[in-house]
RNA sequence: GGUUGUUUAGCUCAGUUGGUUAGAGCGCAUCAUUCACAUUGAUGAGGUCGCAGGUUCAAGUCCUGCAACAACCACCA
């Protein structure tokens, strides 16, 4: 053996793993399985420490393992919708080229290339991890049978009557060009100001000035004795000159401003509300691409918000209207992936009921068919799943599976289309215009998006020939929103593991045999955008939770408790460290002394430091191989055995010395701990106690004192040995199993590798 | 505005159901070394366990209040 521990055949290491099939599990009808399902990375992300936290999952899956459970982990790759359109418009961007210039199938296709080129990166990086993944049951989101699912789940929650279209208020990004759930805004506070502006008799205080130019109201609450008798009165709106009512609603607070509020329906969701409930008129004055349209007068058209509100505060300033301005800090929602400040505009999108789906998966949680750990996100998941709200799962990208809507152009002529004609110059218009000009093949090929009015008709199946049932014309395009990401992800356990949504009782054995799956792991961020979805999906389809545990972790801190990101400079590359330090160094450090669900504190110092740990072990067992050759000169019948293992007697306490009965006990302890530790999940404990035991009962005590023992301590040293090899290897599988490997040439040892190895028992004394 | 978490050695953090002199890694100090490992060993310095009360024979650990920090949720102009 080396004079120190080399990571160089870590690769050797995989290959023998993977080659022997100690991956793919053996499906055992008497057994009961143990099962994860990868949260699926986004296949076009080079690694980074997130996912090397994985590396709580790979130890209860090889911990399982070696406890003789059918295990499995189920890995796989995501096309990540909008995360990875926008790195894709980057790129582009680079090249001197934007969305616009590509017709939505070669955008597509382009996309597709892009993340083909980095997907199979992606898996080679988590096998340098020593990830023990089966990777003969990988799947990338965009498979065939995974769409086909996804299509049938829409088909079958649109038969359910769970899907709708709706005009609502969204959160629209004008850069990304898409609307978003609320979950994907961020609110961030902006030091801003409060405007008082005089409508008449009455002075409203606002943070948005600029859309007063769509306002349809006043409302002020009609318990005020102030306002009360201008109730059912109309005041006229400055600049437009525009009579619009004062309406009563009790949702005004009568300290806050002036107690009156100007009402924009079209770009606010409070707004939007009032304005459903006392029938206002909905002016909609920014279009999607964020400027000021012209439902506004002519001076104020083709503005961004930003210019709109200064043009519009001036003017309201010199024309008198403008009593004061007041600093204001307040919360304004962003894009979480450009930044950008969010605009509420109203907008058709597709909706998912989610009522009926949010029920179960609240039951579930509460009767405890899903668990959560730890124990307080159960709370934080019942209290966002208690104030759900319906589900806009339309995105208004190219890059991932289109909503399976069609609709007729000749029964919808107001359709508005965006397209590419043959000169590659961009056509917008509605249909019934365009019908004459353009024909529907050109219409087609180009098409970049489309946009329905609210009360389209649309067809859930593409009829045979493309023919519409109604007019039996043959002019249908595909709805050009595509799926929220979350709403294909939702689905993973089921479509991974081959549920059949059109007949369920023909899903595949890996479906019958591992759901639900046993453990779902990550990180806290997605418990709304991901878990939850699963649950509810899970319990739609299959009346069943998709996994009996939630299990939560933190996010990956640097030395100073922050967190990593570029712009900071502190971003520690997992396989940079790996390189340097070994696989098994950066596994035990991301793991060692953490505390349940706590952020992962991780630095450089903390890796070498295991990386000493590993190298320890190393030279240990080397040195335990080195006495055996000494004793082997003077005692060549010599028994090389751990006596612990078949065929070996067992031996009385008392042909013990007490340093070989004060190792045993302390190998027995750290059995049970491990146990313990592992079975509610405090790795950061279990590899600490492992760690202690291995360097300093283990090395520093009973090694030293073997040095002036004869052969007899052979039996205790391997047993030792062995076992604790066997106890690490969850942590840090190479060291391990290189160990194993070399210690089969020279010893006898019933079983092939570590990997598939027996679990420890504590041993009994006879 | 609502919720949750954190506060223990110079730094980063452990500390299971309350039980003797409170632990680790890194860092620091002194010493050792042709010895499996300098990616080593031994010894040591360093903590009124955020603050104030309370329960208990006993509290870092349970309860109450306070403070600081962090995160999450949130349609209030």
């Given at each position: 053996?080396?004079?120190?521990?080399?990571?160089?055949?870590?690769?050797?290491?995989?290959?023998?793993w993977?080659?022997?099939?100690a991956f793919t599990p053996k499906i055992?009808?008497?057994k009961k399985p143990f099962s994860i399902i990868l949260p699926l990375p986004?296949?076009?992300?080079?690694?980074?420490?997130g996912h090397a936290l994985f590396t709580v999952q790979d130890i209860l899956i090889r911990y399982h393992r070696m406890l003789g459970d059918p295990t499995l982990w189920l890995p796989g790759g995501d096309?990540?919708?909008?995360?990875?359109?926008?790195?894709?418009?980057?790129?582009?961007?680079?090249?001197?080229?934007?969305?616009?210039?590509?017709?939505?199938?070669?955008?597509?296709?382009?996309?597709?290339?892009?993340?083909?080129?980095?997907?199979?990166?992606?898996q080679?990086?988590m096998k340098?991890l020593g990830y023990s993944l089966d990777w003969s049951r990988y799947h990338?989101?965009?498979?065939?049978?995974?769409?086909?699912?996804?299509?049938?789940?829409?088909?079958?929650?649109?038969?359910?009557?769970?899907?709708?279209?709706?005009?609502?208020?969204?959160?629209?990004?004008?850069?990304?060009?898409?609307?978003?759930?609320?979950?994907?805004?961020?609110?961030?506070?902006?030091?801003?100001?409060?405007?008082?502006?005089?409508?008449?008799?009455?002075?409203?205080?606002?943070?948005?000035?600029?859309?007063?130019?769509?306002?349809?109201?006043?409302?002020?609450?009609?318990?005020?004795?102030?306002?009360?008798?201008?109730?059912?009165?109309?005041?006229?709106?400055?600049?437009?000159?525009?009579?619009?009512?004062?309406?009563?609603?009790?949702?005004?607070?009568?300290?806050?401003?002036?107690?009156?509020?100007?009402?924009?329906?079209?770009?606010?969701?409070?707004?939007?509300?009032?304005?459903?409930?006392?029938?206002?008129?909905?002016?909609?004055?920014?279009?999607?691409?964020?400027?000021?349209?012209?439902?506004?007068?002519?001076?104020?058209?083709?503005?961004?918000?930003?210019?709109?509100?200064?043009?519009?505060?001036?003017?309201?300033?010199?024309?008198?209207?403008?009593?004061?301005?007041?600093?204001?800090?307040?919360?304004?929602?962003?894009?979480?992936?450009?930044?950008?400040?969010?605009?509420?505009?109203?907008?058709?999108?597709?909706?998912?009921?989610?009522?009926?789906?949010?029920?179960?998966?609240?039951?579930?949680?509460?009767?405890?068919?899903v668990k959560f750990f730890?124990?307080?996100f159960?709370?934080?998941?019942?209290?966002?799943?208690?104030?759900?709200?319906?589900?806009?799962?339309?995105?208004?990208?190219?890059?991932?599976?289109?909503?399976?809507?069609?609709?007729?152009?000749?029964?919808?002529?107001?359709?508005?289309?965006?397209?590419?004609?043959?000169?590659?110059?961009?056509?917008?218009?509605?249909?019934?215009?365009?019908?004459?000009?353009?024909?529907?093949?050109?219409?087609?090929?180009?098409?970049?998006?489309?946009?329905?009015?609210?009360?389209?008709?649309?067809?859930?199946?593409?009829?045979?020939?493309?023919?519409?049932?109604?007019?039996?014309?043959?002019?249908?395009?595909?709805?050009?929103?595509?799926?929220?990401?979350?709403?294909?992800s939702g689905q993973w356990p089921l479509s991974t593991l081959g549920f059949?949504?059109?007949?369920?009782?023909?899903?595949?054995?890996d479906f019958h045999y591992f759901y639900p799956t046993s453990v779902m792991d990550t990180m806290w961020?997605i418990l709304?955008?991901w878990v939850?979805?699963m649950i509810?999906?899970g319990?739609?389809?299959?009346?069943e939770v998709p996994f009996k545990l939630v299990h939560l972790h933190?996010?990956?801190?640097?030395?100073?408790?922050?967190?990593?990101?570029?712009?900071?400079?502190?971003?520690?590359?997992?396989?940079?460290?790996?390189?340097?330090?070994?696989?098994?160094?950066?596994r035990?450090?991301l793991v060692?002394?953490?505390?349940p669900a706590?952020?992962?504190?991780?630095?450089?110092?903390?890796?070498?430091?295991?990386?000493?740990?590993?190298?320890?072990?190393?030279?240990?067992?080397?040195?335990?191989?080195?006495?055996?050759?000494?004793?082997?000169?003077?005692?060549?019948?010599?028994?090389?055995?751990?006596?612990?293992?078949?065929?070996?007697?067992?031996?009385?306490?008392?042909?013990?010395?007490?340093?070989?009965?004060?190792?045993?006990?302390?190998?027995?302890?750290?059995?049970?701990?491990?146990?313990?530790?592992l079975g509610r999940y405090?790795f950061?404990?279990?590899?600490?106690?492992?760690?202690?035991?291995?360097?300093?009962?283990?090395?520093?005590?009973?090694?030293?004192?073997?040095?002036?023992?004869?052969?007899?301590?052979?039996?205790?040293?391997?047993?030792?040995?062995?076992?604790?090899?066997?106890?690490?290897h969850p942590f840090?599988p190479?060291?391990?199993?290189?160990?194993?490997?070399?210690?089969?040439?020279?010893?006898?040892?019933?079983?092939?590798?570590?990997i598939t190895?027996?679990w420890?028992?504590?041993?009994?004394?006879?």
């Amino acid at each position: 053996m080396d004079k120190s521990y080399s990571s160089a055949n870590e690769e050797q290491i995989y290959s023998l793993w993977e080659k022997s099939g100690a991956f793919t599990p053996k499906i055992d009808k008497n057994k009961k399985p143990f099962s994860i399902i990868l949260p699926l990375p986004n296949a076009n992300n080079p690694m980074h420490m997130g996912h090397a936290l994985f590396t709580v999952q790979d130890i209860l899956i090889r911990y399982h393992r070696m406890l003789g459970d059918p295990t499995l982990w189920l890995p796989g790759g995501d096309h990540a919708g909008i995360e990875t359109q926008f790195v894709y418009e980057k790129e582009l961007q680079k090249q001197g080229h934007s969305r616009f210039d590509f017709d939505r199938q070669t955008l597509y296709q382009q996309i597709w290339d892009f993340v083909e080129k980095n997907r199979t990166l992606n898996q080679f990086q988590m096998k340098k991890l020593g990830y023990s993944l089966d990777w003969s049951r990988y799947h990338y989101s965009l498979e065939p049978q995974i769409l086909d699912n996804v299509r049938a789940t829409f088909k079958k929650l649109h038969a359910d009557g769970l899907i709708y279209r709706d005009e609502k208020i969204v959160n629209y990004c004008t850069h990304c060009g898409t609307a978003f759930s609320n979950l994907e805004v961020e609110h961030k506070t902006v030091a801003s100001h409060l405007w008082y502006i005089k409508y008449g008799p009455l002075t409203v205080a606002t943070t948005r000035p600029e859309t007063m130019l769509g306002d349809t109201a006043v409302a002020v609450n009609p318990a005020d004795k102030r306002y009360q008798h201008l109730i059912g009165t109309t005041v006229t709106l400055p600049l437009v000159n525009r009579e619009i009512p004062v309406i009563g609603d009790k949702s005004i607070s009568l300290e806050f401003g002036t107690g009156a509020v100007k009402v924009t329906p079209a770009h606010s969701p409070e707004d939007y509300d009032m304005a459903k409930t006392h029938q206002l008129d909905f002016i909609r004055i920014f279009d999607y691409d964020g400027k000021s349209n012209q439902n506004v007068p002519q001076k104020y058209q083709g503005f961004y918000p930003k210019q709109l509100r200064d043009q519009v505060v001036a003017d309201l300033d010199t024309a008198g209207f403008l009593e004061k301005t007041e600093d204001y800090t307040h919360e304004v929602g962003h894009c979480y992936r450009c930044g950008r400040p969010i605009e509420p505009i109203t907008a058709p999108q597709w909706y998912l009921k989610i009522d009926k789906l949010a029920q179960p998966a609240i039951q579930a949680a509460k009767e405890g068919k899903v668990k959560f750990f730890p124990l307080r996100f159960k709370k934080a998941y019942l209290d966002w799943m208690e104030n759900i709200r319906d589900w806009n799962i339309s995105r208004q990208i190219v890059w991932g599976p289109q909503i399976p809507a069609w609709y007729c152009l000749d029964c919808n002529p107001q359709i508005k289309l965006n397209f590419l004609d043959k000169n590659k110059n961009l056509i917008s218009g509605v249909y019934a215009d365009l019908k004459d000009k353009y024909s529907f093949d050109d219409i087609k090929s180009g098409l970049q998006s489309l946009l329905a009015p609210i009360d389209a008709k649309y067809l859930v199946d593409l009829p045979t020939g493309e023919t519409c049932p109604h007019c039996h014309g043959h002019h249908l395009l595909q709805e050009t929103d595509t799926f929220d990401t979350w709403f294909l992800s939702g689905q993973w356990p089921l479509s991974t593991l081959g549920f059949n949504v059109v007949d369920p009782k023909n899903s595949s054995e890996d479906f019958h045999y591992f759901y639900p799956t046993s453990v779902m792991d990550t990180m806290w961020d997605i418990l709304f955008f991901w878990v939850a979805r699963m649950i509810m999906f899970g319990l739609y389809l299959t009346k069943e939770v998709p996994f009996k545990l939630v299990h939560l972790h933190s996010r990956v801190v640097d030395a100073k408790g922050q967190k990593m990101s570029k712009s900071k400079g502190n971003v520690i590359d997992p396989l940079v460290m790996s390189e340097k330090y070994g696989a098994d160094a950066l596994r035990m450090s991301l793991v060692y002394g953490i505390a349940p669900a706590s952020d992962f504190v991780v630095s450089e110092d903390k890796i070498r430091a295991q990386r000493n740990f590993v190298n320890k072990i190393w030279n240990a067992s080397r040195f335990v191989l080195m006495l055996i050759d000494k004793f082997k000169e003077t005692d060549p019948s010599l028994k090389l055995a751990p006596f612990s293992q078949r065929g070996i007697p067992l031996q009385r306490e008392g042909d013990f010395s007490p340093s070989d009965l004060s190792i045993l006990t302390s190998l027995n302890n750290i059995i049970d701990s491990t146990n313990r530790d592992l079975g509610r999940y405090h790795f950061g404990q279990a590899s600490e106690n492992l760690y202690q035991f291995f360097w300093h009962d283990f090395c520093d005590v009973y090694i030293e004192d073997a040095k002036n023992r004869g052969p007899e301590v052979v039996p205790v040293l391997l047993t030792v040995l062995i076992n604790s090899l066997k106890l690490l290897h969850p942590f840090i599988p190479f060291v391990t199993e290189s160990i194993y490997q070399i210690l089969r040439e020279n010893i006898q040892l019933d079983e092939d590798q570590l990997i598939t190895s027996s679990w420890p028992q504590p041993i009994k004394f006879g």
